[in-house]
């Protein structure tokens, strides 16, 4: 098996096994509503049909329902164990469910898409320009995609901990705002902004049992872990100089050319 299909997995089982999610996930939720306000913002027209990937437990899934209740919704995940979670949760939110690598997502849709949306999902891409060439050849003329995405800058403060004390840090290089900007489509316009959410955290303890208890600690490719000695280095350095996470989210949105 090749060695990202080999990652995925891994992504995919920490996510299915985060039983605590819905009471760890405290930024998930408040950048799934700044993405809502924003799609709902640019739909004069309410979309008839709307693809999510990476719906997770329905934070945004659950808003997209609330505010387009006539569209054919279809929420997708990576991870089987987060739909077997918002189908039992949830039954009714989506019209639609099934597990899905949006990386290379499924083409057997009977129609195209006016909305495809997502939060804080697309930073665990390998190749986030494919993906999103993919994704976007599935929106109908003048569809729009709109995502939520960790930018550089993002758990920085856990970041300078471990570079003072010379601890290997597993945080993924997530890209630039410039970087990022550089990889819509062709057949099409894009937008990103940039925008700097703080989760307070009282200790580096705390911040590292919710990046476990989200699922979210794998860490980037190729990272050594650190010596238990190292780790309480870096903990102790954070506690004694933040009391907050940045997370630098990026906000994009694509819409497809009419032609």
């Known amino acids: 098996m090749p060695r990202i299909e080999e990652r995925k997995h891994r992504i995919a089982a920490r996510f299915g096994a985060a039983e605590s999610y819905e009471a760890a996930a405290k930024i998930q939720r408040v950048c ?6 924003r799609i709902c913002a640019a739909f004069q027209t309410p979309p008839r049909s709307i693809l999510e990937f990476g719906c997770g437990t329905g934070f945004l899934t659950t808003r ?9 919704l279809c929420a997708t995940d990576l991870a089987p164990g987060m739909i ?9 939110v989506a019209s639609e469910f099934r597990v ?13 898409f006016d909305l495809i949306a997502s939060s804080l999902c697309l930073q665990w891409f390998s190749n986030r320009q494919k993906g999103l060439e993919r994704l976007c050849s599935l929106l ?11 930018l550089q800058g993002s758990l920085q403060e856990w970041r300078d901990a471990c570079a ?51 699922g979210a600690s794998l ?28 997370y630098q989210i990026g906000f994009g949105l694509f819409e497809r050319n009419h032609a």
Request: with cysteine; glycine share 8%; aromatic share 6%.
């Open 219 to 246: 860490p980037r490719e190729g990272s050594r872990p650190a010596s238990a000695a190292a780790l309480r280095r870096a903990m102790r350095r954070f506690d004694a100089e933040n009391d907050s996470v940045t």
């Open 32 to 37: 799934a509503d700044q993405l809502a306000e």
């Open 100 to 112: 899905m690598d949006a990386e290379n997502p499924d083409r057997d849709f009977t129609t195209p």
């Open 140 to 150: 109908a003329p003048g569809g729009k995609l709109m995502v939520a995405t960790l």
């Open 164 to 214: 003072v004390e010379r601890a290997p840090c597993g945080v993924p290089d997530y890209p630039t705002l410039d970087q990022i900007r550089g990889e819509w489509p062709t057949d099409g316009i894009g937008f990103w902004e940039s925008v700097p959410l703080a989760d307070p955290v009282a200790k580096a303890s705390g911040f590292l049992r919710g990046m476990r208890q989200i």
């Open 64 to 72: 997209l329902a609330t505010h387009f209740p006539t569209a054919h």
């Open 84 to 92: 077997e979670r918002i189908r039992a949760r949830l039954p009714d």
